[in-house]
């Protein structure tokens, strides 16, 4: 059973919750006196180190703890506090929640400390109704001086001349202290004269964009100043090869064969180039026994440019057939020049518009299916094609078209000649799909292949043309058009299929 305390409530009290500041230099705490009857015990700390050594890096304390005469519950709650001594005071850096029989704790102090040889002195405090006394251990000097540093310099290692280059450099250190008041240096290979001098930044984002003025190689360094509390550091060489300026331009001409004859195709020539740097361009037209004709010019500029030329000579007249040398010469803000050649053939050629009609008979279908008890007959002597799907089947009959070459296709259509009654579900024609199912002629044919569906047969079940107008981006693949006609309900002749292809070919 545990006996009462002897000394003072107050004074007991006033050490557990707040250590006292000194007691004439000797030490934090008074010693305890032991009621009648009350255990007796002491708790010291053995030994207390500081691991690191360099000024302003996270700082470890390592405690160890003893407890002597253990018979009572663990000296619970209680704190392991940290002091410096300054002047002869302690004044305390951290504490620590600690509850044990004894052992070891860390304590790590996150902010360090400066430079110079600091005094430190840990304590552990007891809840003034435990058993146990209070205890301090004996001081510990510990010399804080400067941590070393790494810098690295990070470069693309080829460059060009005139041409802005970025160097970029960090700083490795223990602390965030490495900033304070410290620069970074870049310098040249030969020179005492840093190319740039920037302000040390905590974030590492330390800069520096120079250009060179000649070609060759050259070795790069990074210099870290240092400070109070970091040496400084000097990064490894970094090599950069700088090659000649170069004109950062391109050049193009829009046709190789153009048409001046006013008829809405390739009237005139376009004469382009994209600018990446402050480029001036000269453009010259020569004829095919190279006299200069044409001459167009544009000012200094970063974007896009083109001139037009019409192929005409300054009456309107369009100048003779040949090939003709369009020649682009750009230079830059440094007179570095840069030459594009290109050749145009002009023609007087002119667009003439025709319309071709593809004939085949009925019975030339190129593909035919039927499902069920569906069936195709085929005439010779008349040249129809009949399908008949039965009672329950499906037939189809599929045409395949070879259309003329062509400057420009116009028009696409596909027709039957034929005739089917009106009986539900009426009979369709319709034309493939080239983007839903590419040619190949190896392919089986696909009623689900074909779009721009339309009716096939009349109430009178009469002779008539049935047509469907397709897509040329759709409907055509390269030359070649197909044609299709389904049929589920009741005979469907047909006598004749065809493709109509309007287009344009050049002709003089």
Not at 58 to 80: A, D, N, Q
Not at 280 to 292: D, E, N, Q
Not at 361 to 372: D, E, P, W
Request: charged share 15%; hydrophobic share 35%; proline share 5%.
């Amino acid at each position: 059973m545990r006996g009462s305390h002897s000394a003072p409530g107050a004074l007991r009290r006033s050490m557990t919750l707040a250590l006292v500041t000194a007691l004439g230099g000797t030490g934090l705490f008074a010693a305890p006196a032991l009621a009648a009857g009350e255990l007796s015990t002491s708790i010291t700390i053995t030994s207390i180190t500081a691991d690191s050594q360099a000024a302003f890096i996270p700082t470890t304390f390592h405690i160890t703890t003893t407890v002597e005469g253990i018979s009572e519950p663990s000296p619970c709650p209680s704190l392991i506090k940290i002091y410096e001594i300054i002047d002869d005071t302690p004044v305390e850096v951290m504490s620590q929640e600690f509850c044990a029989w004894g052992g070891s704790a860390d304590l790590v102090y996150q902010a360090g400390f400066d430079l110079g040889t600091h005094t430190f002195k840990a304590a552990w405090v007891i809840d003034p109704t435990n058993h146990y006394a209070s205890s301090e251990s004996p001081t510990v000097d510990k010399t804080m001086v400067k941590t070393d540093s790494t810098t690295s310099l990070f470069a693309d290692v080829s460059a060009e001349v005139h041409t802005p280059t970025l160097l970029q450099a960090a700083v490795g250190a223990w602390t965030n202290a490495f900033a304070t008041g410290a620069t970074i240096k870049f310098y040249r290979s030969g020179s005492a004269t840093p190319l740039c001098t920037v302000a040390a930044r905590t974030d590492n984002m330390h800069t520096c964009t120079t250009t060179f003025a000649t070609a060759g190689t050259y070795t790069m360094t990074a210099v870290y100043s240092g400070n109070t509390w970091v040496n400084g550091s000097t990064s490894d060489p970094v090599t950069l090869t700088v090659t000649p300026d170069t004109v950062h331009g391109t050049a193009t001409i829009q046709y190789a064969n153009f048409y001046p004859v006013t008829d809405g195709y390739r009237d005139a020539l376009s004469i382009s180039g994209t600018r990446s740097e402050q480029i001036s361009v000269v453009a010259r037209v020569y004829s095919p026994g190279g006299t200069l004709l044409k001459t167009y010019t544009k000012a200094a500029g970063a974007y896009p440019y083109a001139f037009s030329w019409n192929g005409r000579n300054s009456s309107g007249v369009i100048l003779p057939e040949g090939r003709y040398k369009i020649v682009q010469v750009q230079k830059d803000a440094f007179n570095t020049t840069k030459t594009f050649t290109h050749y145009v053939n002009l023609s007087k050629k002119k667009l003439t518009t025709l319309t071709k009609v593809i004939s085949k008979k009925g019975n030339a279908a190129t593909a035919g299916g039927v499902s069920g008890t569906g069936v195709i007959y085929e005439s010779t002597t008349s040249g129809y094609i009949l399908m008949k799907p039965g009672s329950s089947g499906w037939t189809g009959v599929g045409y395949q078209f070879t259309i003329p070459t062509a400057t420009i296709y116009k028009s696409i259509k596909f027709r039957i000649y034929g005739k089917h009654g009106m009986t539900a579900p009426p009979s369709t024609i319709g034309m493939q799909n080239f983007s839903w199912c590419p040619y190949s002629s190896s392919t089986d044919w696909d009623e689900y292949c074909f779009d721009r569906l339309q009716t096939f047969g009349n109430t009178a079940n009469s002779l008539a043309w049935y047509t469907t107008t397709g897509s040329l981006s759709t409907n055509k693949s390269g030359q070649i058009v197909r044609g299709m006609v389904s049929n589920t309900v009741g005979p469907a002749y047909v006598y004749k299929a065809e493709v109509v292809v309007t287009y344009q070919v050049l002709t003089y």
